[in-house]
């Protein structure tokens, strides 16, 4: 297409403006520059540009949409340079990391507790969450970070097999000591993993035929019991550390010292213990108590098979598994976690049900391109910041988020993308955004979790909310202790999932309840507080200077002539403090522009 929204674009572009024509639709003018850096930052770190970045980026990178007396081959050697290097310095960043990292989490369930009516810690789960963030700040190849998770024990990367074991179990204590309930609980802790590979990274709800064939896809209850064969060597529970070179790297890591608390040495991990393996059946009715015929670890008969004996050494069994599923020529997986970072860019994964590609599944919005940017994982080394870079320098990122009424008429949802679908943010960047805005945020990585809730040692925990917080509180909301079935008491309200079950996409609810909450907070009013005594400390004595810092600091821009005349208002009779938390309850602060 001679389109400019194509020609000046990348091959991204290309699909989505065929789509677009398909549909009576046109792409969107390009972003003002404060727009497009906030967006990319907050997509990308969880946390905003400062002032100064925001100054330096809009005094290079010129809009068409404003300068439109520019052309294209100007705007082509100034502003696509200066946006290239700001893509490349996000990707770069250690931040990055810490944010893509619970996207993940999510999908697997990550927990530091076992979860169930008993809920007691899991104090080594940790090295598994600092792992993940490493591997993605690393740009390890998808592939290679796939066939770690499964086989890290062999490769002296322990703590990378906690994906194994990331779900909710009932463990030694918890359940009845009758061979039934003995027998139901291991059951369970194997279904877990089935589903953690099964939807996870397969994007199939091989779960379903635990007690029938699926009712929808071509997965049989044979096929679901020789999947959990795959897993009948492992136990959840902590296996000893062993120093290699690898995990000296991965300690460097987590020794960071961080307020409060000095370096951390385990010599254990929560990553899983691996037996050999005992015979595998096919339970009727998913019954332990009532096992038919004996079965061997393979994939679904669907996809082939893998060959393997009964008897096959348990290592052998995830190495082979681990082999399969990032084969080029598996159909599923590059797939799958291309449509999870397509999601997270765009707000819905081109497939909306990324962990279900099977028939129950949403069909893609554009199965071309699903298909392309697969391919090009593979050709480009399986590197998912190379998929990024792709996504965040296409113009269909780049496009203004304003409703058009003719377009809304068509597309409502903006599911092709004729605009950048605003949102609102996740708990994690609300809460670090504040912290940043404010300035206390402490960016110290790895080592345990900080306490979002008092502490206790009931042997039923109780997880109560703190009502006050300090230093010890202020680090990213990644590394907060992340309790099953308890949500923070302000944040939490906010669509935080329960680390109970996969949550491959949180819901974006707008209730009266997020609304009380921040404005309402002990914590909001906190960091109201330490914004206003930052605009105090950084503006000088001047009420206006004041309040234009704190718009800059919070929105990245200069408030407007009405804006400063009604802050002005309401500092004069309530104070600055009172301003900021305006400002942290506004809804310009709360969304992805």
């Known amino acids: 297409s001679d389109d400019p929204f194509v020609a000046t674009g990348n091959a991204i572009d290309a699909f989505i403006f065929a789509a677009l024509v398909r549909k009576g639709l046109a792409p969107s003018p390009p972003a003002e520059p404060h727009t497009l850096i906030r967006r990319a930052y907050l997509d990308v770190h969880g946390l905003p540009p400062g002032p100064e970045q925001v100054e330096r980026f809009a005094s290079t990178y010129v809009s068409p949409s404003l300068h439109p007396s520019v052309s294209l081959s100007q705007r082509d050697r100034g502003s696509e340079s200066a946006y290239a290097a700001l893509v490349d310095s996000l990707l770069a960043s250690p931040r990055y990391g810490e944010r893509w990292a619970s996207h993940w989490l999510d999908v697997i369930r990550y927990g530091d507790t076992h979860g169930f009516e008993v809920n007691t810690p899991r104090p080594t789960a940790w090295p598994y969450r600092d792992y993940v963030i490493q591997s993605l700040n690393d740009d390890k190849p998808y592939d290679r970070f796939i066939v770690e998770q499964l086989t890290g024990d062999q490769l002296g990367i322990d703590p990378a097999t906690g994906f194994l074991v990331a779900a909710p179990a009932l463990l030694g204590g918890q359940i009845g000591k009758d061979e ?89 991990v929560f990553a899983g213990k691996f037996v050999e393996a005992k015979p595998s059946h096919r339970l009727y009715r998913g019954d332990p108590m009532q096992p038919r ?15 393997l004996s009964a008897d096959t050494p348990e290592a052998d069994r995830r190495a082979a598994l681990a082999d399969w599923l990032v084969d080029p020529k598996n159909p599923l997986t590059a797939r799958v976690i291309v449509n999870r970072i397509w999601q997270h860019h765009f707000g819905r994964g081109l497939v909306a049900t990324p962990s279900d590609f099977g028939a129950m599944g949403v069909p893609p919005t554009h199965p071309e391109l699903l298909d392309w940017l697969a391919a090009t994982l593979i050709e480009r080394n399986w590197s998912l910041k190379e998929m990024h870079r792709l996504i965040l320098t296409s113009n269909t990122y780049r496009q203004a988020n304003r409703p058009r009424d003719e377009a809304l008429a068509i597309d409502a949802q903006s599911q092709y993308l004729w605009r950048f679908p605003p949102r609102r943010l996740d708990m994690e960047p609300i809460r670090d955004t504040m912290l940043a805005t404010s300035g206390v ?114 929105y990245g821009r200069e408030a407007g002539d009405d804006e400063l005349a009604a802050a002005y208002r309401v500092g004069a009779e309530f104070g600055l403090p009172a301003v900021c938390r305006a400002v942290l309850n506004s809804n310009e602060f709360l969304f992805l522009p």
């Open 293 to 307: 015929e004996q079965v061997s670890p393979d994939v679904p008969a669907i996809f082939g098979s893998l060959k």
């Open 441 to 554: 945020l402490d960016l110290s990585m790895g080592g345990p979790g900080f306490l979002l809730f008092k502490p206790n040692t009931n042997y039923v925990r109780v997880y109560d909310p703190k009502e006050q917080w300090g230093p010890a509180e202020w680090r990213r909301m990644v590394y907060a202790h992340r309790v099953r079935m308890a949500v923070d008491g302000v944040f939490g309200a906010f669509d935080c999932p329960d680390a109970g079950q996969p949550t491959p996409a949180r819901s974006r609810s707008t209730t009266g309840i997020q609304a009380l909450n921040l404005f309402n907070s002990g914590f909001v009013a906190q960091q109201a507080e330490l914004l206003a005594q930052r605009a105090e400390r950084e503006a000088d004595c001047d009420p206006l200077a004041q309040i234009r810092r704190v718009w800059m600091l919070a």
């Open 180 to 268: 039934a309930s003995q027998r139901q609980a291991a059951a369970d802790r194997l279904h877990e993993m089935i589903v953690s590979v099964g939807s996870g990274v397969m994007g199939l709800t091989v779960g379903c035929a635990r007690c029938h064939n699926h009712k929808f896809d071509p997965i049989s209850q044979r096929d679901y019991y020789q999947l959990q064969a795959m897993f009948a060597g492992i136990e959840y529970g902590e296996r000893p550390l062993p120093r290699t070179p690898r995990n000296a790297v991965f300690f460097t890591l987590s020794e960071t010292p961080h307020i409060g608390q000095p370096g951390v040495k385990l010599s254990k």
